[in-house]
């Protein structure tokens, strides 16, 4: 780090999630906030804040479950209800009191479970 640059010094760059439905999966993406950076019929990638791209890779068959990464938003009821109107059925939202967090999910369209949670930044450059 040096003075000018007070983010940590690391941050993940990718993150993957295997799809067999690439367009819908990498429209799904796009809806929730991600910027696309390569839209392809067998790899896909979107961008996310602090840099990290998800890559979508396209396999023939998948076994839908919970996504291997959560995500982060900054207002989380606003986000809940904006995924509501756009019929991507999130669930309730629920307190997570052990960690002072509030977090709901949204299945994407080859099945897999994403969790958003309510920011839980430092306050920090990140």
Known sequence: MTEHDRRPAVGVAHVVLQT??????????????????????????YEMRGGTHLILMLKDEI?????????MVDDLH????????????????????????????VREPAGHVITFFSSHASGKPI
């Open 20 to 45: 067999d439905r690439m367009e819908e999966s990498a429209q799904f993406m796009r809806v929730v906030g991600m910027r696309p950076v390569f839209d392809g019929p067998q790899v896909s990638v």
């Open 63 to 71: 076994t839908p479950g919970d996504a291997p990464f959560d995500l």
């Open 78 to 105: 606003a986000t809940h209800r904006r995924f509501s109107s756009l019929g991507l059925g999130p669930s309730p939202i629920e307190a997570r009191v052990a960690i002072d967090h509030e977090v709901f999910t």
